[in-house]
Structure formats: structure tokens, C-alpha cells
Nanobody, 123 residues
Framework: QVQLVESGGGLVQAGGSLRLSCAAA????????MGWFRQAPGKERDFVAAINRSGRSTYYADSVKGRFTISRDNAKNTVYLQMNSLKPEDTAVYYCAATQRVGSRNEYDYDYWGQGTQVTVSS
């Protein structure tokens, strides 16, 4: 079992930045690859970014490439999503998730999910 808790969401103006954190507990964090997804109202949950177990390999959706950075600190059992140059279309609930399938963009490959954190970007 893995428990995931996101934090760091909030309201920000367009062009601003936020850093999301996801704290993991329950088993050795470095055994899981991690990902971030988001879901806007009335839309499906979409892949945002993923990172492998060591943190050396990262993967991004085209819509966030160059603006968002995923990273992890295995000593702190935490994965991060640094979001810069935010746009109103980034508004969504952001979820972190754990998987054994490194780099997967498919939500069904992820076994454990956090409760989500709201990010709202005003224009």
C-alpha cells in the first residue's frame, strides 16, 4: 500500500508559478515511478508529467513542456511539480500517482493516487 498526499495548490494569476508537492508513505518510495495528472471540470483526467525511480528520466505532456518540471527527493519520499508561466487552461485538480510502469502516460497503469489539489489560474 502507498499513501499519497498532495499539497501546494492555490489561486495564482496567469504568468505566475506554483510548486506542488506529493508526500508518499507506506513502502520504499524509490521503488515507484511517479506521475502527475490533472482533471479540469467536465473533462477527462490528463497526463502531465512522469519521473522514473531515480529521478534521472522525466516525461512531459506537450502542453506543459518547457513550463513545468517534475522532480523527486527519495530521501524525503516526495515528488514535486514546479509550474511556471501558468495559463488559465492549467486550471484543474492535480493528482500525483505511483506506478511500476516507468514513464507511462496512461492513468490505468497507476496503482495509487492522492486526493488531489486544486490549482486555479486567473486571467
Amino acid at each position: 500500500q502507498v499513501q499519497l498526499v498532495e499539497s501546494g495548490g492555490g489561486l495564482v494569476q496567469a504568468g505566475g508559478s506554483l510548486r506542488l508537492s506529493c508526500a508518499a508513505a507506506g513502502r520504499t518510495f524509490s521503488t515507484d515511478a511517479m506521475g502527475w495528472f490533472r482533471q479540469a471540470p467536465g473533462k477527462e483526467r490528463d497526463f502531465v508529467a512522469a519521473i522514473n525511480r531515480s529521478g534521472r528520466s522525466t516525461y512531459y505532456a506537450d502542453s506543459v513542456k518547457g513550463r513545468f518540471t517534475i522532480s523527486r527527493d527519495n530521501a524525503k519520499n516526495t515528488v514535486y511539480l514546479q509550474m511556471n508561466s501558468l495559463k488559465p487552461e492549467d486550471t484543474a485538480v492535480y493528482y500525483c500517482a505511483a506506478t511500476q510502469r516507468v514513464g507511462s502516460r496512461n492513468e490505468y497503469d497507476y496503482d495509487y493516487w492522492g486526493q488531489g489539489t486544486q490549482v486555479t489560474v486567473s486571467s
